[in-house]
Nanobody
Framework: QVQLVESGGGWVQTGGSLRLSCAAS????????MGWYRQAPGKQRELVAV???????HFAGSVRGRFTIFRDIPKKTVYLLMNSLKPEDTAVYYC??????????????WGQGTQVTVSS
């Protein structure tokens, strides 16, 4: 069982920066792909960035070059550093942990979400 707790959301002006943190409990943190998703009002949840269990980062096109994802394995924490924020980045941001368990299935956990608001 994994529990995820996000922090670091808030309000920022266009062009500003925020750093989100996701602290995980449980074992085998480094075995999970750790991702950040976001959901804006009236829209579907979308993947923002993920760092694989092997340490490779991937980003959505809309945030590439502005956001960075990294992890601290001893602290069991994954971070999302968001720079050059835009109003369209406004959303609830969710932390996700998942790993395959075989036969096409996966084990997946979500955090409770943290609000990010970017004003124009």
């Amino acid at each position: 069982q994994v529990q995820l707790v996000e922090s670091g959301g808030g309000w920022v002006q266009t062009g500003g920066s925020l750093r989100l943190s996701c602290a995980a409990s449980g074992s085998f943190f480094s075995h999970y792909d750790m991702g950040w998703y976001r959901q804006a009002p009236g829209k579907q949840r979308e993947l923002v960035a993920v760092i694989t269990s092997g340490g490779t980062p991937h980003f959505a096109g809309s945030v590439r070059g502005r956001f960075t994802i990294f992890r601290d394995i001893p602290k069991k924490t994954v971070y999302l550093l968001m720079n050059s924020l835009k109003p369209e980045d406004t959303a609830v941001y969710y932390c996700n942990a998942d790993r395959p368990t075989g036969w096409g299935a996966k084990e997946e956990y979500w955090g409770q979400g943290t609000q990010v608001t970017v004003s124009s």
